[in-house]
């Protein structure tokens, strides 16, 4: 009885411990944290004590994280598609990219659905930005698509994914006045030299603040 009951046990235990294993998030709360306050000012000016650039010239405060070449005007009004307009903190320059260019959030195939691995990326993003560190921090959240498929349904389903992203770090207790989502479809391939890389599918966290 005493071994029946302890197989039982063991049994138990290894459920448990299998219903509780899950996919572990590649960047933790602590790397994104440090994406958001040491990237670079746009002006190559020092940041202040509350990890804002000051103003450019002509512009609010705020500081840029991420470069994104400007949408050809009217190029997805011909095709019956709305161009997101560009943010006002954003530059033409070309700028480096870092964690958050990229958060690594994936999604089912040819969804809006995030997978589970892609749900535990974005819970690490939320937890970094329930952190006091960065709690003023506003951000826009942005889906890219490849290029394969047509223009608008690209359009559609990186704005579907952006949205999708936003809803589940709101889910989680951010501020929903904190994030902004936007699909560019194609737009600003991540690797212009090959439109169909999966690399071009990707969510990007670009900062409002």
């Not at 070309?94 to 974005?122: C, N, P, Y």
């Not at 991540?190 to 990707?202: E, F, I």
Request: proline share 6%; with cysteine.
């Amino acid at each position: 009885m005493r071994r029946v009951n302890a197989s039982l046990m063991l049994s138990v235990v290894l459920i448990g411990g299998g219903a509780h294993a899950g996919p572990i998030a590649q960047r933790s709360p602590d790397a994104f944290i440090k994406a958001i306050q040491s990237e670079p000012c746009a002006n190559g000016a020092p940041r202040d004590q509350a990890g804002v650039c000051p103003p450019a010239v002509g512009a609010t405060k705020g500081f840029t994280l991420f470069d994104r070449s400007a949408a050809k005007p009217g190029a997805a009004a011909r095709h019956g598609a709305t161009i997101a307009p560009r943010p006002r903190w954003m530059s033409t320059a070309r700028r480096h990219r870092s964690v958050l260019s990229d958060l690594m959030i994936t999604f089912k195939v040819g969804s809006s659905e995030l997978t589970d691995q892609g749900q535990a990326e974005a819970m690490s993003f939320a937890k970094a930005l329930a952190t006091p560190a960065v709690s003023g921090a506003r951000f826009e959240i942005a889906g890219y698509t490849d290029a394969s498929g047509s223009r608008i349904r690209n359009r559609a389903l990186s704005q579907a994914r952006a949205e999708a992203v936003r809803a589940f770090l709101v889910s989680h207790g951010i501020d929903q006045s904190r994030l902004e989502a936007r699909g560019y479809g194609s737009d600003d391939l991540a690797v212009p030299a090959n439109p169909r890389d999966a690399a071009n599918r990707r969510v990007e966290a670009h900062s409002l603040n």
